[in-house]
């Protein structure tokens, strides 16, 4: 049997087989439009199969990567919050909400808490396993009231312009956190501290490290690797 993640795969092949053989005739405009197709396309059969009912669990074989994890940024340097040039870090929650907040880190660390260990899905082909503790989206979201024409949410962070925007269900799956710890320890800078977003139903990419601010939307907005031809949705 083929699993969802196989199937996207083969889809995605299938789509890019397409493309190849009729890039020639099409030109580099139509390329950007059968490109487009593809991902909407792609993206409907994402959402068919992924549904958010189901939960992400690492086997029970599976070893904490630990040090081992690996660790990205777009900076020039490792971003690193500096409380003494950038003042205390906090954590902006706004846009089409009714109740608005800014959080620091012990009032993000006092709501409601889970850990949890599952699997990170690189676009690489990689995945790594690792204990997150922090806030669930779906609470933070009970806090804020999001208004009824919200639909995605941006994530936005520190480290220089580097966003993504997700689609109301997946932000507010029962595995996606708002991540101040991992593994038993206060989140290190070269994993996204103070706090990031972290959840298994979205490809690694899509989870924003380093974050200072979540924006409810109506519509989406894009994102850093989004804008540069990576699928926007990016379900695992």
Partial sequence: MVDRRRFIEISGASLTAAFLSACDSMGPAGAKKFLAYA???????????????????????????????????????????????????TLQVDGAVKKPVRLTLDQLAALPRRSQVVNH??????????????????????????????????????????????????????????????DGRWLGVNHGAPARLHSPVKLGYKNTKYLVRITFMSERNGGYWSDRGYEWFAGT
């Fill in 39 to 89: 991902e909407k396309k792609n993206e409907g059969v994402e959402r068919f199969l992924l549904r958010h009912t189901s939960m992400d669990h690492a086997r029970k074989s599976a070893k904490i990567a630990g040090r081992a994890f690996p660790s990205y940024f777009i900076s020039d340097t490792m971003p690193m919050w500096d409380t003494a040039t950038d003042g205390e870090w």
């Fill in 121 to 182: 899905y690189c676009v690489e082909g990689w995945n790594a396993v690792a204990k997150w503790t922090g806030t669930r989206m779906s609470d933070l979201a009970r806090l804020v009231q999001p208004t009824s024409d919200a639909q995605y949410v941006d994530f936005a962070s520190f480290d220089s312009d580097y966003h993504e925007s997700w689609d109301m269900e997946s932000a507010l799956h029962p595995q996606t956190l708002i991540a101040y710890a991992m």
